[in-house]
């Protein structure tokens, strides 16, 4: 997935992984990444941006520490669940029930359906 609003002024006095770093926490906070969205892999980002792999590297490892993102091993780095506790554990509740819904080829409007019905029994 490529992430377009991303740019890196070479210009800047600001480092590049921090630019990227901040970007993407104004992504989130925007909603413009929702929770549970993969990320493009380290060495595609770099890529993308003409960057170093080490440099996209660093601002992945930074946002994890922060928990802004999270990595799942091999499957990838994901914009990790926000808000309290309750919150944190329905959006991966959510994230795993749209996971599980796509791999079965369930459309999203019936998968939606389910949860209404779900939710009002």
Not at 13 to 26: C, D, H, N, S, W
Not at 39 to 52: E, K, N, S, T, Y
């Amino acid at each position: 997935m490529p992430l377009s609003f991303l740019t890196i002024d070479s210009t800047s006095a600001t480092p590049p992984f921090e630019q990227l770093r901040v970007q993407l926490i104004e992504a989130v906070r925007s909603g413009e990444l929702a929770a549970g969205t993969r990320l493009p892999p380290v060495r595609a980002l770099a890529a993308d941006l003409g960057l170093a792999t080490n440099t996209v590297a660093r601002a992945y490892r930074a946002l994890e520490r922060d928990e802004v993102i999270e990595t799942r091993g091999r499957n990838g780095s994901f914009v990790a669940a926000t808000g309290d506790a309750t919150h944190r554990q329905a959006q991966l509740a959510a994230i795993a029930y749209a996971d599980r819904v796509t791999g079965l080829g369930v459309d999203p409007a019936e998968a939606l359906a389910l949860v209404a019905a779900a939710l009002a029994r």
